[in-house]
């Protein structure tokens, strides 16, 4: 005797409703850039651009003694203009549509993801103001990264990239980089038994990168460090802070471009911090609600040919 069953390929195969328990948000990488940078407002009726006054030198000279000091100077200065703009992601959700499905937390959750959405941009901005340093370049394209490219970069910004008029900058110095990037510096840092034996591998660039077998019983605790935990325990090299950014652009050749910088050397100015406003007032929309995020930054550089250093490196996807 048949039995009526429901499900797939059953005889009531569409009568069981689809009902989704869970509900998740993709995860974006935000939040790096502004930690690095030196953060400034733009106050409301403070006109709609932020200056930074930058003083010129003077220079003291051997004097004579018992005769006049004739050496009066002019003090020049130099005002440089950051401006911020607005940046929006706007999302509207039908009032039916609101009430059909299953979540019954799909505004607050859009909310979230507008907000997602304005850091997402906010951060990749900031990652692209990098290249915008203008000093010295470190590496190029399909270079390898080594730990000596971040220590020697990050003691020229630690001079201002000049000896004739040293300029150390004020604060902490980073090095933001991609986590592919990351990957291959964290592994060459592993105390080193032989320096010249090149008998690891680790990640490819039409080849492989080379790496050192690791020493037994060296420094045996920042080597196991790295080995568990990989480019999350770098911390600093050569004084530089390291951070890791995946919004740093990727080219075709398989390189990124970061940047060894001060943090007084990475402006980021904001006269709106991101709100979000619902609009569901149009009454010939018939309870569909608007969502808009909106706010106004702008990064820039300072001193950008002492105070940073773009740096070009491999940063392929790794298989060993």
Same mark, same amino acid.
């Given at each position: 005797?048949?039995?009526?069953?429901?499900?797939?390929?059953?005889?009531?195969?569409?009568?069981?409703?689809?009902?989704?328990?869970?509900?998740?948000?993709?995860?974006?990488?935000?939040?790096?850039?502004?930690?690095?940078?030196?953060?400034?407002?733009?106050?409301?009726?403070?006109?709609?651009?932020?200056?930074?006054?930058?003083?010129?030198?003077?220079?003291?000279?051997?004097?004579?003694?018992?005769?006049?000091?004739?050496?009066?100077? %002019? /003090?020049?200065? +130099?005002?440089?203009?950051? &401006?911020? =703009?607005?940046?929006? *992601?706007?999302?509207?959700? !039908?009032? #039916?549509?609101?009430?059909?499905?299953?979540?019954?937390?799909?505004?607050?959750?859009?909310?979230?993801?507008?907000?997602?959405?304005?850091?997402?941009?906010?951060?990749?901005?900031?990652?692209?103001?990098?290249?915008?340093?203008?000093?010295?370049?470190?590496?190029?394209?399909?270079?390898?990264?080594?730990?000596?490219?971040?220590?020697?970069?990050?003691?020229?910004?630690?001079?201002?990239?000049?000896?004739?008029?040293?300029?150390?900058?004020?604060?902490?110095?980073?090095?933001?980089?991609?986590?592919?990037?990351?990957?291959?510096?964290?592994?060459?840092?592993?105390?080193?038994?032989?320096?010249? %034996? /090149?008998?690891? +591998?680790?990640?490819?660039? &039409?080849? =492989?990168?080379?790496? *050192?077998?690791?020493?037994? !019983?060296? #420094?045996?605790?920042?080597?196991?460090?790295?080995?568990?935990?990989?480019?999350?325990?770098?911390?600093?090299?050569?004084?530089?802070?390291?951070?890791?950014?995946?919004?740093?652009?990727?080219?075709?050749?398989?390189?990124?471009?970061?940047?060894?910088?001060?943090?007084?050397?990475?402006?980021?100015?904001?006269?709106?911090?991101?709100?979000?406003?619902?609009?569901?007032?149009?009454?010939?929309?018939?309870?569909?609600?608007?969502?808009?995020?909106?706010?106004?930054?702008?990064?820039?550089?300072?001193?950008?040919?002492?105070?940073?250093?773009?740096?070009?490196?491999?940063?392929?996807?790794?298989?060993?």
């Amino acid at each position: 005797m048949p039995t009526t069953l429901a499900g797939s390929n059953q005889a009531l195969d569409a009568s069981l409703p689809t009902i989704y328990r869970e509900f998740r948000l993709l995860h974006d990488e935000t939040g790096v850039m502004r930690s690095c940078a030196t953060s400034m407002s733009l106050g409301a009726h403070e006109g709609n651009s932020k200056y930074i006054n930058d003083y010129g030198r003077l220079i003291a000279y051997s004097l004579t003694d018992g005769a006049d000091m004739a050496q009066a100077q %002019a /003090l020049a200065d +130099t005002a440089t203009p950051y &401006t911020p =703009a607005e940046v929006g *992601v706007q999302c509207i959700l !039908g009032g #039916r549509t609101m009430r059909r499905v299953a979540d019954p937390s799909l505004q607050s959750r859009t909310a979230r993801i507008l907000n997602n959405a304005y850091d997402l941009k906010e951060d990749g901005d900031g990652c692209t103001q990098l290249a915008s340093f203008t000093a010295t370049t470190g590496g190029s394209a399909g270079t390898v990264i080594s730990p000596g490219h971040v220590s020697g970069f990050g003691a020229r910004v630690a001079i201002g990239n000049s000896r004739a008029n040293p300029e150390p900058p004020g604060g902490d110095i980073f090095y933001v980089c991609h986590p592919l990037t990351a990957h291959v510096l964290a592994l060459r840092l592993v105390p080193y038994a032989n320096p010249n %034996a /090149l008998t690891t +591998t680790v990640g490819i660039n &039409t080849g =492989a990168h080379l790496a *050192v077998t690791p020493g037994v !019983g060296v #420094r045996a605790g920042m080597s196991d460090e790295l080995i568990r935990r990989g480019y999350k325990a770098l911390g600093t090299v050569g004084d530089v802070i390291v951070k890791t950014d995946a919004n740093l652009t990727v080219d075709s050749g398989d390189d990124s471009t970061g940047a060894v910088f001060a943090k007084e050397g990475l402006i980021y100015v904001s006269e709106e911090e991101p709100r979000i406003d619902w609009d569901t007032t149009d009454k010939s929309m018939r309870g569909a609600a608007e969502g808009n995020c909106w706010g106004s930054y702008v990064w820039g550089n300072y001193r950008a040919s002492s105070f940073g250093n773009p740096m070009t490196f491999d940063s392929s996807l790794p298989t060993s």
